[in-house]
Every structure is written in structure tokens, then in C-alpha cells.
Nanobody, 125 residues
């Protein structure tokens, strides 16, 4: 059974930082591209960032470029999202997702086969 479990969310003041983790089990983690999506309150889910299976390629949404950093540790079956200089617009439920396909990274949620339950990030202004 595949499981993706996010952790690290919480309440932070504007300008602060958080580090999210997504621990994967039940899949060949090193063969999957991984991504973070978020869903702000009352809005559609949106792409945040993706990383290739090897970690050699990344793709960031413009809204987070320069502030967020994705990384992965294939030995620990974990992907991370370091979030800096947070602002109120970053408030959302953050979910990780796994894509088994080879090739280019995708920003489409339909390209991801497995999803975590999400972790809430709230930024107070």
C-alpha cells in the first residue's frame, strides 16, 4: 500500500520559514518524480514545485521561485519543501504527490498517481 505522509506544517508569522517533509512508503521512491501542490482556502489546487526522480531537475511556480526550495533524499524516501519569506498568500493545505512516468516534469495534478493527505500552513500577517 502506497502512503505519502506530510509533516511540518503549522502557524508562522509573515517573513518566517517552515520546512515540510513528505515520507513515502510502498513504492519505489527513487523512480518517482515528486511534487508539492497547495490549495488556498476557497481556491483551486495549484502547482508549487516538482523534482525529478534523481533530483537533478526541478520546476518552480513563479509565485514561489526564489523563496521555496525542494529537495529529496532517496535513501530516506522523503521529499522536502523549504519555505522562506512566507507571506499570507502562501496560506494553504500543502500536499505532496508522486508521478511514476519518465520524462519531463508536469505541473498538471492529473499527472500524479499518489497523493498525501496534506498539511496546513497558515501565515499570519
Amino acid at each position: 500500500q502506497v502512503r505519502l505522509v506530510e509533516s511540518g506544517g503549522g502557524l508562522v508569522q509573515a517573513g518566517g520559514s517552515l520546512r515540510l517533509s513528505c515520507a513515502a512508503s510502498g513504492l519505489a521512491f527513487s523512480s518517482y518524480a515528486m511534487a508539492w501542490f497547495r490549495q488556498p482556502p476557497g481556491k483551486e489546487r495549484e502547482f508549487v514545485v516538482a523534482i525529478s526522480a534523481s533530483g537533478g531537475s526541478t520546476d518552480y511556480a513563479d509565485s514561489v521561485k526564489g523563496r521555496f526550495a525542494i529537495s529529496r533524499d532517496n535513501a530516506k524516501n522523503t521529499v522536502y519543501l523549504q519555505m522562506n519569506t512566507l507571506n499570507a498568500e502562501d496560506t494553504a493545505v500543502y500536499s505532496c504527490a508522486a508521478d511514476p512516468r519518465l520524462g519531463a516534469l508536469t505541473r498538471l495534478h492529473t499527472g500524479y498517481e499518489y497523493w498525501g493527505q496534506g498539511t496546513q500552513v497558515t501565515v499570519s500577517s
